[in-house]
């Protein structure tokens, strides 16, 4: 029962209640439709008949079955989570928030508050994470949806063909025909087929990561990865090669999501790997990854609050429109500390630099976040050489020295040219 609770206070979010609107209008709309068909001559409606009903509302049990599963969750590593061996702790990352260490393929998302197992995103649609316990049941969600859609825009498409050519003048319709039916099913039709090629693409590119065995985390932590590399090289420094372990083939990737049993295989902590690869690839390339972002962290100090909202108007219209809906927020007072690892046009993300019993007295769960770029001010730091300075000069400073460097190339090159 208490799972039951948990699953319908997800569905009280905006995500969940757009996409079951989406359903009841397209279910709604196409039952219509069908009905009035039915109500056509039995010899020129054959296909139109009981049949189109079963195929409909199996449409409709299959999507809501597994929009339900799906609101489950991928699964979480219990707070404080340790590996057995305690060796291991060394290659893995700490979760200061959940105060244990993450699983192999585990992430910590700031929406759900809590480190899901191969956590591959957060779904809106959902309200939660899709990955390792509910990945099947998302993607077969994907799947049907299209289906059912394409299904209930053909029957909304026929009903409103026979009311333009006005074939329900010859015979007597089950329920009478008046425009705000008419305007129901255009309705019907044009949301049908935006959901059917939105979850489509959705689904398409579940099935291409599902056959690689890559989350869309994993897949951007590998392409940091390959840029590490190539800068590394570009500086005559030499990386070992990253080898990612858990691609072991399609087949072999596509069985861990889908298979009879309905189930993922695996506990969500080990898993298979390939030949000669280690457990900890992943989590110990995730580990340099961050310690090389350490390195090139902005400090600056906050010299104007703000309080964390999600429009926050008071700091400009294009602060308040051009922030993402999605990311967190957090939010700093005048005078905190706060290291910046990311830029924006109009924010900047980054840790608020917080004792425990500052973060606590704030009632922050996380201390990581966004905040408007005008708020933040850049520190005197002697190792950057840089003088005290707002966050766009930086920025500025950045742009100076990529285009001396390009204009360095373009003398080089004429130089070249002129020797020839």
Known sequence: MGEVLVRLRRVLHWGPLIALTIITIVTISGSYSAIQLWSRPKHRVTFFRW????????????????????????????????????????????????????????????????????????????????????????????????????????????????????????????????????????MGIAVAMGAAIGVFILFATQVYSICKNETQIEDWIISKARQRRKRARSQGVQLEPFVYPYNLGPWENFKQVINFSGRARGNGVEWPVKEGCNPYSLSIEQLEQKKEKREHVVEAEVVRPYNGAWCPCSHGVCVALCGSPVDRRVPILTGDSFDISKYDEYWVYGDVLLSEAEKKSRHLVSTRGWVPRHCIKEKRSERRGEGCGDVSDVAASVSAKTTAQEGKKTKGKKTKAKEE
Request: proline share 7%.
């Open 51 to 186: 049949p189109n009903f079963i195929v409909m509302y199996t449409w409709l049990f299959l999507i809501l079955k597994n929009f339900y599963q799906a609101l489950h969750g991928p699964g979480s590593t219990p707070g404080g989570w340790k590996p057995a061996n305690p060796e291991d702790c060394q290659f893995l990352q700490y979760c200061k928030i959940c105060e244990g260490y993450k699983a192999p393929r585990s992430h910590h998302c700031h929406q759900c508050e809590r480190c899901s197992i191969k956590m591959d995103h957060h779904c809106p649609w959902i309200n939660n994470c899709v990955g390792h316990e509910n990945h099947a049941s998302f993607l077969r969600f994907t799947f049907y949806v299209p289906l059912g859609c394409l299904h209930g825009a053909i029957l909304n498409a026929n009903f409103l063909y026979r009311v333009i050519t006005n074939e329900f003048m010859y015979y007597r319709p089950y329920f009478q025909i008046n425009m705000g039916w008419i305007i129901m099913a255009m």
